[in-house]
């Protein structure tokens, strides 16, 4: 499926969104000719659908971005027993099947991270290899960052999972040196054998879609993941 890109991360508030969005303003804004689809295949309470809604021209009603929407925002299993409702991954993946033929490249932004639960059985890991995804991972830089990177790259690995690279993000504010000391990339590509696409500054406003678009540029993004939806 070399015209999606699944955007998981190590955790929670690891950034996912906000690489999501820069991606999407570089794609929009360098190739406006080509179609884009955006994906949060399943999400819990208010948060991504509405945002890419509001700042996105998206050909896409909200059930085509989110066809699996609980209201409770807890981990998919967790509130899909709240609601008295299952996780429907058959629904999932008949609208992302519909989404591969209409648009030139999809964003698919995950939830969690890696090991996320999707249903009692699977984590956002088993969905990536079992779909054949090519996933990118995105690790806040923080104390941490190393170990967390390891470990993510590993529970990939064992799920079979084609991982194209990791970005780095900052979350919060970091100096120059706390970003080499906690997320240093030729350690961390050294542990993992994993491209390193760059790194994303913490910004002020993650909202401004020209800034966005700016970052984007300084990661190394055609060649791994762009180069092949533009053939």
């Known amino acids: ?92 993946w008949q609208t992302f099947s519909t989404m591969r033929s209409r648009y030139n490249f999809i964003l698919m932004e995950g939830l969690g991270g890696l090991g996320t639960p999707v249903t009692d059985e699977l984590t956002i890991a088993d969905l990536a290899g079992q779909w054949r995804l090519p996933t990118l991972l995105v690790v806040p830089v923080k104390l941490g960052a190393i170990a967390q990177s390891v470990a993510n790259v590993a529970l990939a690995k064992q799920r079979r999972v084609n991982l194209v690279g990791i970005i780095l993000n900052c979350v919060q504010s970091r100096t120059e040196a706390e970003i080499e000391d906690w997320a240093p990339q030729d350690l961390i590509r050294s542990l993992t054998n994993i491209p390193i696409l760059g790194c994303i500054p913490y910004l002020e406003n993650p909202t401004d879609l020209d800034k966005l678009a700016q970052v984007s540029s300084n990661l190394d993004l055609e060649r791994l993941i762009f180069a092949e939806s533009l053939k």
Do not use: C, H
């Open 1 to 92: 499926m070399l015209n999606t890109l699944l955007i998981s991360g190590t955790d929670t508030e690891a950034g996912k969104t906000v690489v999501t969005m820069a991606l999407a303003a570089y794609w929009q804004k360098y190739f406006p000719d080509r179609s884009l689809g955006i994906m949060k295949p399943i999400q819990s309470g208010v948060g991504d659908r509405e945002l890419y809604q509001k700042l996105f021209s998206l050909s896409q009603k909200a059930e085509e971005i989110t066809p699996l929407y609980f209201q409770t925002p807890l981990a998919p299993p967790i509130a899909a027993a709240r609601e008295d409702r299952i996780v429907d991954l058959a629904l999932v």
